[in-house]
């Protein structure tokens, strides 16, 4: 299985659909948040956007993450705003599929209060918005909306991934 990454601004839904995706290709999940350095936490908890000189080591693991070997398979979620992120990941894991969660910017601004105690502010998601770069027409991926539930989405990803999910979760 290719590796995946489930990509898209805060709020859009990227652990959630990533980790029921991952459940259902029997697939290793990994969150890039937890392979954000403390310094990069402590950043953005503070309302600062990380800057691309913060990103790349952030984005190197990423990469390392998808490119180990891993008979499961593995599924990431991860923002990969830009192209040129999305291009340092594929550096390190070249076949990688990337997934953009597109979601109305008014569902987003609901979602993200209801997420106590993530270290991301809703006062940053302006500046992702702004940073984030559609799928390119010769970027490996799809993008589709996320509004709908997870089961719902994870199901519409797997059909146009063309995956086999291995079991079914229940909705």
């Not at 990423?62 to 040129?84: D, H, I, W, Y």
């Not at 502010?121 to 702004?130: D, G, R, V």
């Not at 589709?144 to 979760?169: F, K, M």
């Amino acid at each position: 299985m290719r590796p995946i990454v489930v990509m898209g601004v805060s709020g859009a839904g990227k652990s959630t659909v990533g980790s029921t995706l991952a459940a259902r290709l029997g697939a290793i999940f990994i969150d890039a948040d937890s392979l954000h350095p403390p310094a990069n936490v402590q950043k953005m908890a503070s309302g600062t956007p990380l800057t691309d000189e913060d990103r790349w080591p952030w984005l190197n693991l990423v990469g390392a993450a998808l490119s180990a070997e891993s008979p499961r398979g593995v599924v990431v979620a991860c923002s990969a705003l830009r192209r040129s992120y999305r291009d340092a990941i594929r550096a390190a894991a070249p076949s990688t599929t990337f997934v953009l969660l597109n979601v109305a910017t008014p569902v987003l601004q609901d979602r993200l209060p209801l997420r106590p105690g993530h270290f991301m502010p809703a006062s940053l998601l302006t500046s992702q918005l702004e940073t984030l770069e559609p799928l390119e027409a010769d970027e490996a991926g799809l993008t589709v909306t996320s509004e709908e539930g997870i089961e719902s989405t994870a199901e519409r990803i797997l059909l146009q991934l063309g995956a086999r999910p291995i079991s079914r979760t229940s909705a």
